[in-house]
């Protein structure tokens, strides 16, 4: 059996005249590659595989890349955005809860602040220091309380789990 190859311009190229491992290098004008050159070949008259060479591989790994950037900075920019509003949200909550603090520290100074007032403001410190270390991922302390965010414990009746990032040795809990 003879060893087959053709070879010319792509509008020449007729994959169902070609015979079962045979190959055709196309030299000029096919679209389908970017120097309008490729080679071919033929598992059976008319079905046919391009085969890409390293040249045409790292061109196709560019054009992907190409095409995919706006994907992934529009991915990035919408992560940040919800991200900047949900700091915003916190922000703003915090404001506000600093702001009531202020009024019932000088209701406090003045001797005006109920029982009421003092509950109300401790209640709303540990949301805002809950919701604090939830999106910070921190575990944090305040005035005799931990506050654990809901990815590294949980509770359940009279019983706190933790991740496994924290340790425990004696009397001692590392939180992490």
């Not at 196309?26 to 004008?29: A, E, K, M, R, T």
């Not at 955005?81 to 915003?88: D, G, R, V």
């Not at 924290?166 to 009397?171: D, E, L, N, R, V």
């Given at each position: 059996m003879a060893i087959q190859m053709r070879r010319g311009a792509y509008v020449n190229f007729n994959?169902?005249?070609l015979m079962p491992g045979e190959w055709a290098v196309?030299?000029?004008?096919d679209s389908n590659a970017k120097d309008g050159k490729a080679a071919y070949i033929c598992f059976a008259a008319g079905d046919v595989k391009r085969v890409a060479t390293y040249e045409d591989m790292v061109d196709n790994v560019h054009d992907a890349v190409d095409q995919n950037n706006g994907a992934i900075i529009k991915e990035i920019t919408d992560a940040a955005?919800?991200?900047?509003?949900?700091?915003?949200g916190a922000a703003s909550r915090a404001d506000a809860a600093a702001n009531q603090?202020?009024?019932i520290a000088n209701s406090v100074a003045?001797?005006?602040a109920g029982i009421s007032d003092m509950a109300a403001l401790k209640q709303q410190n540990a949301q805002l220091f809950q919701r604090l270390a939830n999106l910070s991922g921190e575990f944090i302390y305040s005035d005799g309380?931990?506050?654990c965010p809901s990815s590294k414990a949980t509770a359940s009746g009279d019983t706190i789990t933790f991740a496994s990032s924290?340790?425990?040795?004696?009397?001692t809990l590392a939180l992490a």
């Open positions: 994959p169902a005249k196309v030299v000029s004008g955005n919800k991200a900047s509003q949900q700091a915003s603090a202020l009024q003045l001797g005006s309380t931990v506050y924290c340790t425990a040795s004696g009397s």
